[in-house]
C-alpha cells in the first residue's frame, strides 16, 4: 500500500482535472475545533494552583501543537522546568481539562458540513492530533459523532507525535488494508502538519483560521492554503 501526493503524480495535467483523494486526514486543534480557551484556561488553572504566573489565550497558540506535555512546559516559568515539576502541572492540568474540555471549544464555522458532504461523497476521513488519546476521542464524539472516520489517534504512550510520519502510515494501512497505491491528503494549521505531510510524502493543506499565521505556514513550506472552509472543499472536492 502506498499513500502518495497527487501532485506528484498528474502536476502537468492538474489544471484540467479535478482534486480527487481517497483519504484525507484532519488535524483536530486549529483545524476541525477552536480548542484554544479551554486548553489556556486549564493551563492556567494548573500554574496558578502551582504559584506561578498565567498566560494569555494569544500567547497559547504559540504553545499548542506538539503534545498537552510539552504545551505545559512552555507554560511553566523556565527556571522551574523541572521533571518533577513538569509531571505535577501536567497533572493538574489534566484532571481539569478533562472536566472542562468543551466548555467553550466549538467547531470552525463549516466544519461539520464538510465532512459529511466529504464522507458521502465516499472519501475516506481520519483524525491525526498530538492530543493525548482520550481527550481527542471525547471532542470527536461530541462535535463529529455522525461520521464515520477510519482512524482517530490522538498521542498516546508508544506512539510518536507528528510529525512523524507514523501515524500517517498507520492510518492509510487501517484505512486500505487490500494494499494498493492511494492519494492522500493532509489538513492543519500548524508548521508541524505540513512537516508531518511532506516526512510521509502525502499533500497538505494548510489552513489560516487556525492557531499559527499563514507566513509560519508559508515559512513550514505549506502552498496550498484555505482561508475559509468554501476554499478548504476547493483543494479536496
Not at 463549516?110 to 476521513?125: D, N, P, Y
Request: proline share 3%; aromatic share 10%.
Amino acid at each position: 500500500m502506498i499513500c502518495r501526493s497527487i501532485f506528484s503524480i498528474f502536476a502537468p495535467i492538474f489544471s484540467i482535472c479535478t482534486m480527487k483523494y481517497d483519504l484525507i486526514i484532519f488535524d483536530l486543534d486549529g483545524t476541525l475545533l477552536n480548542t484554544i480557551e479551554d486548553l489556556g484556561n486549564a493551563v492556567n488553572h494548573a500554574l496558578e494552583s502551582k504559584g506561578f504566573a498565567t498566560h494569555g489565550m494569544r500567547e497559547y497558540k504559540y504553545m499548542v501543537g506538539n503534545g498537552v506535555r510539552k504545551l505545559v512546559e512552555r507554560a511553566i516559568p523556565e527556571a522551574f522546568r523541572q521533571s518533577a515539576i513538569i509531571d505535577d502541572v501536567l497533572g493538574r492540568f489534566i484532571t481539569y481539562y478533562e472536566k472542562n474540555i468543551d466548555v467553550r471549544t466549538k467547531p470552525y464555522r463549516g466544519m461539520q458540513r464538510l465532512l459529511a458532504e466529504l464522507s458521502a461523497s465516499g472519501v475516506k476521513l481520519a483524525v491525526a492530533s498530538n492530543k493525548f488519546q482520550s481527550g481527542t476521542e471525547t471532542l470527536i464524539a461530541k462535535f463529529f459523532g455522525e461520521i464515520p472516520f477510519v482512524a482517530v489517534f490522538g498521542n498516546k504512550e508508544g506512539q510518536p507525535l507528528k510529525p512523524s510520519p507514523e501515524l500517517v502510515h498507520k492510518i492509510c494501512s487501517m484505512a486500505f488494508p487490500e494494499g494498493g497505491v492511494h492519494n492522500v491528503a493532509l489538513v492543519g494549521d500548524s508548521d508541524t502538519d505540513m512537516a508531518t505531510a511532506r516526512n510521509a510524502g502525502i499533500d497538505a493543506v494548510a489552513v489560516t483560521w487556525g492557531f499559527r499565521s499563514r507566513a509560519e505556514l508559508e515559512s513550514a513550506g505549506a502552498v496550498n492554503f484555505a482561508s475559509n472552509v468554501s476554499q478548504l472543499r476547493h483543494f479536496l472536492k
